[in-house]
């Protein structure tokens, strides 16, 4: 299961055939494993990657990382 997951990973569009030659099964055999792994959770879903930047679309993307330290003080004065 490890190497089909890994080659769906790399091409998710891999026709089931080209796999099953790569994996050395059948594409039956191919096809119940990606079923399984559909119905266990494994996988998914599938996405496009897309190169904005070859489409014409600028954008701008940014990672914020922070972090917030809290602290409660609780004082008392009599």
Request: glycine content about 4%.
């Amino acid at each position: 299961m490890e190497q089909l997951l890994k080659i769906l990973e790399d091409n998710a569009r891999m026709s089931v055939e080209d796999i099953a030659a790569m994996l050395n099964k059948s594409p039956a055999e191919v096809a119940a494993m990606i079923d399984l792994a559909r119905a266990q959770g494994i996988i998914k879903g599938y996405k496009t990657l897309v190169d904005w930047e070859k489409a014409g679309v600028n954008r701008v993307e940014a990672v914020i990382d922070f972090s917030i330290k809290s602290s409660i003080c609780l004082e008392t004065s009599v």
